[in-house]
């Protein structure tokens, strides 16, 4: 079993940066996917960004360009660096891990975007 736990939310201003991040614990060998998710009231969870151990990287395409990926495999760690937020970004975020085929999530933290 994998754990997952999120930090780095909050409330910025449109135009504005935030960086999450999530350490993974627990059964940690064998992790290949680490991403971020999100979720906005009323909507389903959508595919923000992937990092897989080898370093490849996916976004959605209302994160390229503005959202980073990256890993510390010696950490565990998956963070996002969002810069130039909209309000539209606000929404639940979620950090994923893929072990052997296996998903696991954590808990969320909040992203709140004002205009």
């Known amino acids: 079993q994998v754990q997952l736990v999120e930090s780095g939310g909050g409330l910025v201003q449109s135009g504005g940066s935030l960086r999450l991040s999530c350490v993974a614990s627990?059964?940690?060998?064998?992790?290949?996917?680490m991403g971020w998710y999100r979720q906005a009231p009323g909507k389903p969870r959508e595919l923000v960004a992937v990092i897989f151990s080898d370093g490849r990287t996916n976004y959605a395409d209302s994160a390229k360009g503005r959202f980073t990926i990256s890993r510390d495999n010696d950490k565990n760690t998956v963070d996002l660096q969002m810069n130039s937020l909209k309000p539209e970004d606000t929404a639940a975020y979620y950090c994923?891990?893929?072990?052997?085929?296996?998903?696991?999530w954590g808990q969320g933290t909040q992203v709140t975007v004002s205009s």
């Open positions: 627990g059964s940690i060998i064998g992790i290949s996917a």
């Open positions: 994923y891990a893929n072990r052997l085929g296996r998903g696991s």
